[in-house]
């Protein structure tokens, strides 16, 4: 370990630390040096616009309980849908509250018979959060992963409560202009479109206004241009766009409309031309469809509380859940068990991604016939638009994976007992109260914290594994069967120009001899005895000329072609041989078979 010298060391020197740290100058007996007067920056900040106030080496986490807060956490204000379900297996009870009436809910003390409690939240509003981490006490840091909405999927364990993040995918409908006369919209929800230049689409920054005679101009300057992204007049300098758009709800019929974030301005909205050009070329558009990315933040709490929080798809997940709870024959209801609840909320989030797999492997298949009938460099564009959607969803649904493992290897070390398992597992019995079994107690776990996933919701995780699985291996293969169709096409177009190049040169090759010769007897000599003669004197020399030459090139291409036919016709006679043999052997055979 190095010793740090003391000043008496170096003689001759006069060391002065404090002038050295203010930035003053100092003197030596040799010579005399210099200090800036100000210190360099050393760390260079960057501020991400999806993460305000953002300090390098700030206080981690946000806490609840501070008196001040930061007014990006103040500003965070919208009116949230919040749903309280308290149940267990002899009764549910379930009500909708607001921003304002959920303190007044969550201070009235949970019945005995209710072990277990569901508060979905959807909509993100600081005042909602603070109530909710103010009261149960909620970690600092889940918070901050809860309030930055590209937080990566992962599950946090603390003292008394689990953190579970992971983003939703799911298949919506674009709000079109033939959407406008069948949906109740406002006249405030415009129609998305992408060809605008008039500056009115109130989703997009302004673009630069033309007039109509300067029209025909501004195309021809657009053409001359490299590329045909639209232009934007940005008078800020911020180089940035709206992170929402509003579309509907699902794809059926009738679906509300809300604000959603697609898969492009959720992986990246610092450039808006390339954003805006990549959802115009989705594989998706002119179905009228897009994805929709949210981030979903699940607390599992200790005692036996799940607290789930969505930006806007809270009603799709909900829905099926409480179906299930009104019915007391579920293995939902019966249990009463928190972490089968987290079970079936991040079930139904890998299910909304089922459609969303469909709908780009028909794009596939569309993309595939094109490729095999008409290949061109736009079909080349489509397939690499494609390929990059493929590898963002991966991107996002692959590490599901190890957030369910990450559950499953949570698992309580004493399981169930089988006559229970049994019973969760089986049809209820007629008879009154018999298909009710006692609320299991506590079970110790081997990690530093009190959250139990319970044996059950463990064996029922292996089936959310199963899902994720499959549906990352159509991704796979979606995507390997992307690449294979562009080697396909740029194959065909390469043969297709090989067969244009060999006619090509088919004819060079015919006409080599006639070119010769109108060559030789067009050249303008004093005493040539040859042109002296007809017109026909050249072709008594040039049909010769050009059949030999043409049997010389063509007889090595003739040979190889009737080599070619010549073993096809074997082999197909061949073929034609073994068939008939095999339609005689099965005509004995039923001869026998009749003759017995």
Avoid at 260 to 289: C, D, G, V, W
Wanted: proline share 5%; with cysteine.
């Amino acid at each position: 370990m190095a010793v740090p010298r003391s000043p008496e060391i170096l003689p001759g020197r006069q060391q002065r630390f404090g002038s050295v740290a203010s930035g003053a100058s100092f003197e030596s007996n040799e010579t005399t040096r210099h200090r800036r007067l100000s210190r360099s920056n050393t760390v260079k900040t960057y501020h991400e616009p999806t993460r305000p106030n953002w300090q390098p080496g700030a206080e981690p986490g946000i806490d609840t309980d501070a008196e001040r807060v930061s007014p990006h956490l103040e500003a965070l204000r919208a009116r949230c849908d919040i749903l309280v379900a308290d149940f267990g297996a002899e009764q549910l009870e379930t009500v909708q509250v607001e921003n304002n009436s959920l303190e007044e809910i969550l201070t009235e003390k949970r019945p005995p018979h209710l072990p277990c409690r569901w508060i979905s939240v959807n909509g993100l509003s600081w005042d909602v959060i603070k109530i909710l981490g103010q009261h149960y006490g909620l970690h600092r840091l889940a918070i901050e992963d809860l309030i930055h909405t590209r937080t990566r999927t992962k599950c946090d364990w603390y003292s008394d409560h689990a953190f579970v993040v992971l983003t939703l995918q799911k298949l919506v409908r674009i709000h079109s202009h033939s959407d406008s006369e069948d949906c109740d919209c406002s006249d405030d929800d415009k129609a998305i479109s992408y060809d605008d230049i008039d500056g009115s689409n109130d989703h997009y920054p302004e673009r630069e206004r033309v007039p109509f005679w300067k029209k025909p101009f501004k195309r021809s300057k657009r053409a001359q241009s490299s590329h045909d992204l639209p232009k934007y007049r940005d008078p800020e300098g911020l180089d940035k766009m709206g992170d929402m758009i509003r579309a509907h709800s699902s794809t059926r019929d009738g679906a509300p409309l809300q604000n959603i974030r697609t898969l492009h301005r959720y992986e990246s909205m610092q450039n808006p031309e390339h954003t805006l050009f990549m959802e115009k070329h989705s594989a998706l558009f002119e179905e009228n469809l897009v994805v929709s990315v949210e981030q979903v933040a699940i607390f599992l709490l200790s005692d036996n509380t799940v607290i789930s929080f969505f930006e806007h798809s809270g009603a799709d997940i909900e829905e099926p859940i409480l179906e299930r709870l009104n019915s007391p024959a579920t293995m939902l209801r019966r249990s009463a068990d928190a972490s089968l609840v987290l079970q079936a909320v991040i079930d139904a989030i890998v299910d909304l991604a089922i459609p969303v797999k469909e709908a780009y492997n028909k794009a596939r298949k569309d993309l595939q016939i094109d490729v095999l009938t008409n290949p061109s460099m736009n079909t080349s564009k489509a397939l690499h638009i494609f390929t990059e959607e493929i590898d963002m969803l991966q991107n996002l649904f692959k590490p599901i994976i190890n957030l369910v493992n990450s559950l499953r290897d949570h698992k309580s070390t004493e399981p169930y007992p089988p006559e229970a398992m049994w019973d969760l597992e089986s049809t209820p019995r007629k008879k009154k109260n018999e298909h009710r079994r006692p609320q299991p107690k506590r079970l110790y776990t081997q990690s530093p914290t009190s959250v139990v996933v319970s044996a059950l919701a463990h064996v029922y995780l292996g089936d959310v594994l199963d899902h994720c699985i499959t549906i990352i291996q159509s991704l796979e293969q979606m995507d390997a069967s992307a690449n294979n169709l562009s080697s396909l096409m740029f194959n065909t177009i390469g043969a297709r120009t090989n067969t244009n190049m060999s006619i090509i040169a088919l004819v060079t090759v015919f006409f080599a001899p006639l070119t010769f010769l109108c060559g030789y007897f067009g050249m303008n000599f004093q005493h040539f005895e040859g042109i002296r003669h007809s017109d026909a004197y050249f072709w008594y020399i040039a049909v010769p000329t050009t059949l030999v030459f043409m049997m010389l090139i063509g007889g090595g291409v003739g040979y190889r072609t009737v080599k070619t036919w010549a073993a096809r016709f074997h082999l197909a006679k061949a073929r034609r041989g073994r068939k008939q043999r095999q339609q005689q052997l099965r005509a004995r055979q039923r001869q026998k078979a009749m003759m017995v």
